[in-house]
């Protein structure tokens, strides 16, 4: 072989590299949307879903999906797809995630246990951004279908705030007579919410469970209540300084309350945030805390300027909570 | 006829050189292909499109693990056309003792790597991602131990 062919080879080779490294580029971050709106209407429903999770993972800059996912919300006949749909929506348009809520709480009261349960599902998978739909949900905690209560209670866990509101009404469903319902409850104390209180009481009664893994359950929750809070509020600020599972962390806050007073400053931080879902769980962190928060007001009174009308309901929500009235003027759209 | 050799070899080289670099990419789709349709009970048409579908979904990648494997046999492909690309004319005997030291290592390095995607599918699990990361140095560890290995087999059959 010549030294000009094998060159030539060589830069084929070169060519190549570049060619898969664009191919690379065009099918990730933001440039795959059209992509996955264009997956949004495939025949397949586990196409679909895997759209609509890239959708999720991409976050913000996938707004132009948001008309195409709240059809999927709504309508899609697949109910793991409309699931899918709701939960990739709260990462990417607060106000549409609140549509979606808005939609579904009727549907909570229907006739057909079916759409009962499909409606709780979806609310869960809304996550804290379905806060305004706690009330109804507890209200569907009571249910007389059993898996309706355990839908609604796996709701309320996915949701966790207001915390006062769900803790109560996760106590409840610890006494429920359905074991599904307790599994529920006792795992979200288990694996999620801070036992504290009455709720040590009744978990303790539930060693005695007939069912074993309610007994075992209840044990890694009492054994969870033990830990200490402030440390618990250390681990947190520390996963809310560095970039994964930010959504986790600043739900878990909110959970903690007055407890997680250390992590205001983090928290303040985060009011800043590109992403709107981190500011409004910082700003209901920041509620949840309290008085506590005091020095997040200065922060916070500049959120109630927030571009994203959710973000800054919930912003004057957290002003009040801490004492301290947002001021006049400030730019308050309504939200659904 | 050192013409006609000289072209043999030059097409020669050139099929190993295009041919490790496509299938050390296509070899880790191909299996999962093969593992869609046996294990998962998929037609050939619907393991296609899964495998399709995870291409550049976050968590499964399946490009990056194509890409990632083909990275060693890539750096071999290059070494492989210089090597037997400027073998001396009017030296065979060369050519073909580069030729067994180049089919060793790439024996050595498809049997690896083949063995390594077949495993992590077949036993997965939480940390099973971490041998498509290590699998490519793994890799271009093993080059030289198989290319000293497929000289020497080389030389013991032709003694």
């Not at chain 1, 929506?89 to 995630?97: E, G, P, Q, R, V």
């Not at chain 1, 007389?144 to 209670?153: F, G, K, S, T």
């Not at chain 2, 083949?114 to 140095?137: C, E, K, M, R, S």
Request: aromatic letters at 8%; glycine letters at 8%.
């Amino acid at each position: 072989m010549t030294q000009r062919h094998i060159w030539l080879n060589v830069g084929g080779l070169i060519g190549l590299v570049v060619l898969l490294a664009l191919v690379y580029w065009r099918n990730t971050g933001s440039r795959a949307v059209p992509g996955l709106i264009e997956s949004l209407n495939d025949a397949d429903a586990s196409v679909r879903i895997m759209a609509t999770e890239g959708l999720a993972r991409i976050g913000s800059p996938a707004k132009a999906s948001v008309a195409g996912l709240l059809n999927h919300a709504l309508h899609d006949a697949n109910h793991s797809a409309r699931t899918n749909a709701a939960a990739a929506l709260k990462t990417i348009d607060l106000l549409a995630a609140r549509q979606v809520m808005d939609a579904y709480l009727p549907a909570l009261q229907d006739q057909d246990v079916q759409v009962r349960r499909a409606a709780c599902e979806v609310l869960g998978s809304l996550g804290p951004v379905a806060k305004p739909a706690v009330p109804a949900l507890v209200k569907v905690a009571q249910d007389p279908d059993d898996l309706v209560r355990d839908r609604a209670v796996r709701a309320l866990g996915h949701i966790g705030i207001p915390g006062p509101e769900v803790t109560s009404a996760l106590t409840r469903a610890l006494h429920d007579r359905a074991f599904t319902v307790r599994h529920a409850a006792v795992a979200e104390y288990a694996f999620s919410t801070m036992a504290s209180g009455e709720t040590v009481a009744v978990l303790t009664a539930l060693l005695k469970d007939e069912q074993k893994t309610i007994a075992s359950l209840a044990q890694i929750a009492l054994d969870k209540a033990r830990q200490d809070l402030k440390s618990e509020a250390a681990t947190l600020a520390y996963m809310l300084s560095g970039n994964g599972a930010k959504d986790y962390a600043l739900l878990q806050v909110a959970k903690l309350g007055p407890n997680a007073a250390g992590v205001v400053p983090v928290l303040i931080q985060t009011l800043k945030d590109d992403v709107p879902l981190h500011r409004y769980l910082a700003a209901e962190a920041l509620g949840a805390i309290g008085p506590g928060a005091k020095e997040a007001v200065p922060a916070l009174t500049a959120g109630v300027n927030d571009p994203d009308p959710v973000v800054r309901r919930s912003v004057i929500e957290a002003l009040a909570a801490i004492g301290s009235a947002p001021a006049t003027g400030a730019n308050i759209l309504p939200v659904q | 006829m050192h013409t006609t050799d000289n072209h043999s070899r030059a097409i020669l080289t050139l099929a190993f050189y295009w041919g490790s670099i496509l299938l050390g990419m296509i070899l880790p789709w191909l299996l999962l292909l093969a593992f869609e349709i046996s294990a998962h009970q998929r037609t050939l048409a619907q393991a296609f499109a899964y495998v399709r579908l995870h291409f550049f979904t976050p968590g499964y990648n399946f490009f990056l693990i194509g890409i990632l494997n083909a990275v060693p046999f890539m750096i071999f492909s290059v070494f492989l056309l210089f090597h037997l690309g400027r073998t001396p004319v009017q030296e065979p005997a060369f050519f073909s003792r580069r030729m067994a030291g180049v089919l060793g290592a790439l024996l050595l390095m498809f049997g690896v790597s083949f063995w390594t995607h077949v495993t992590t599918l077949v036993h997965p699990d939480a940390q099973g991602a971490l041998a498509y990361l290590f699998l490519p140095l793994v890799l271009t560890v093993l080059m030289p131990l198989g290319y000293a290995g497929g000289r020497l087999v080389g030389k013991l059959w032709t003694r």
